[in-house]
């Protein structure tokens, strides 16, 4: 395992209020980030005030390389992403890249997505509205056997499909486990057709595993899910296509909930739609 895969599996699902101040910003997840894997001194750290301002203000050419955006930038693994001032009025927005993603949306680790500091880091998915860039670590030796890369593109999609709630398992055989991972000793089996309610998710390499009452189950690996998962359409007429990302074969309404039983690159496979649906339509 990578010392950025350790540092995430200790990290993500935690407040950080690295400054003791103002509750766990998303400056604290970066500053968290910078002194453990990168030794950046604080001095450096604390000379900004606000998010943006690390990309503005540049100050640690010793530690990341800065990249600005453009049409086909991607941020890989463990990039600072840095949104502008422009994308909340005052203070701008920063986060850590997965190196998932493509051109038009990508995922990342952060803290205070929804501007309250109160809420602990989780995994979230962002697009390039206001983004200015990135400052890339210039050591690349802490991703080394990262459990997420960008040449990895069919991860699962928590936040859009997968919410607390009660699901059934459609795999033959699925272990409930001590803890979160295949390292845990495993408690008992759970039979295909099993309703479980899942209270919390959370990632382990390339799998997400899924907290029901007494134990962990993996509920999937890359795109593939041993559960049953259901998504609502969000928008009026949304398209349905023939493939993930193909032509458009029709469209669904808003409010219908369906069942999602694949998934690719951001686009979930619907059977009573006929097709591809985008998660950016689903909740």
Not at 29 to 47: I, S
Not at 146 to 170: E, F, W
Request: glycine residues 10%; charged residues 20%; proline residues 2%.
């Amino acid at each position: 395992m990578s010392k950025y895969s350790e540092w995430l599996n200790k990290n993500l699902g935690k407040k950080i209020d690295f400054d003791g101040n103002y509750g766990a910003q998303c400056f604290d997840w970066f500053n968290r980030y910078a002194v453990d894997l990168f030794g950046v001194p604080k001095t450096l750290l604390f000379a900004h005030s606000y998010a943006y301002q690390l990309y503005t203000n540049f100050n640690m050419g010793e530690y990341f390389t800065k990249i600005a955006n453009t049409p086909d930038f991607v941020p890989q693994v463990g990039d600072v992403c840095i949104w502008d001032k422009s994308l909340n009025g005052y203070a701008g927005h920063v986060a850590i890249a997965t190196g998932e993603g493509n051109v038009s949306t990508f995922w990342v680790t952060e803290q205070n997505t929804d501007g309250t500091a109160t809420k602990p880091s989780a995994k979230v998915k962002r697009n390039y509205t206001h983004f200015l860039g990135v400052l890339r670590p210039k050591d690349q030796n802490v991703f080394k056997n990262a459990s997420t890369t960008s040449k990895l593109k069919t991860k699962p999609a928590i936040g859009t499909i997968l919410v607390p709630d009660t699901y059934v398992l459609t795999a033959d055989k699925v272990n409930l486990r001590s803890g979160a991972g295949t390292n845990y000793k495993a408690i008992k089996t759970l039979a295909k057709g099993t309703s479980v309610y899942i209270s919390e998710f959370k990632y382990v390499g390339t799998q997400t595993w899924g907290k029901i009452n007494g134990g962990w189950i993996c509920v999937n690996n890359n795109s593939v899910f041993y559960i049953r998962v259901y998504g609502t359409v969000q928008g009026d007429g949304v398209n349905v296509r023939k493939t993930a990302g193909g032509k458009v074969c029709g469209s669904i309404k808003k409010g219908v909930k369906l069942l999602l039983t694949k998934e690719c690159n951001g686009w979930s496979y619907s059977q009573e739609a006929g097709g591809w649906i985008s998660n950016e339509y689903l909740r």
